[in-house]
């Protein structure tokens, strides 16, 4: 168990690496790090996915910290404009969102598995709804909790928010998940043929 999770946690930690991380959309630092979350949870389980969820968190609110763009308010909670409130809310968005990826790639994934639903459509669901999972709860919670001043960094007025929210959804958020259903099926199913993953191997996971 140890020696997966520091597996998957490497490409997390080094989210800035340009070899693993490209900016799709400057508001969400679109990457692939969000990938090894996933299938970490497919392998060793939601708990183990929340965990690995948390540390893409923690990587996430560190470079918008350190390299902040219009909206890293809503991911840093150093540079809040509504003090406590601000902190938490920024705090739930860099990271509890992106512990629910583990927690829904890895619940979903047991599900479809104890339906018998075959592997290859398995990993492509629990991808697509993994990364979608990330852009619906990031993207979701800065319009419930940040649609002032996410209108304020846009210049737009409060009744544009919704729009360009949905906007990002679906221009940004599904081109990804598409990406990551493949990359999960393709990745999970080469370590699954090649013998790396066993049944033995995930005792709390669902491989």
């Known amino acids: 168990m140890a020696g997966f999770l520091c597996y998957f946690c490497v490409p997390v930690c080094i989210y800035r690496s340009p070899m693993l991380h490209f ?3 400057s508001e969400q630092h679109r990457s692939t790090v969000h990938i090894p979350v996933i299938i970490g949870s497919i392998v060793l389980g ?3 996915g929340a965990f690995l969820g948390a540390v893409f968190g923690i990587c996430s609110m560190i470079s918008n910290t350190q390299a902040p763009t219009l909206l890293s308010f809503a991911f840093s909670p150093f540079l809040s404009t509504t003090g406590l409130v601000g902190v938490i809310k920024a705090l739930w968005i860099s990271i509890g ?6 927690v829904v790639s890895g619940w979903l994934s047991i599900a479809l598995k104890n339906i018998n639903v075959p592997t ?5 669901i629990t991808g697509f ?6 852009t ?3 993207m979701g919670s800065i319009y419930l909790l940040f649609a002032q001043q996410y209108a304020e960094v846009k210049n737009v007025g409060m009744e544009a928010v919704f729009g360009l929210v949905m906007g990002t959804v679906a221009a940004s958020g599904v ?7 493949i990359l999960v099926t393709a990745i999970t199913g080469g370590l699954m043929k090649s013998g790396v993953l066993r049944p033995t191997t995930a005792v709390t996971g669902s491989v």
């Open 129 to 134: 709804v993994g990364s979608m999972t990330n």
């Open 120 to 124: 290859a459509v398995r990993l492509a």
């Open 136 to 138: 619906v709860f990031v």
């Open 97 to 102: 969102c992106r512990v629910m990826i583990g």
């Open 175 to 181: 081109p990804e998940a598409i990406a990551a259903a």
């Open 46 to 48: 939601p708990a183990a």
């Open 23 to 25: 900016s799709w959309h």
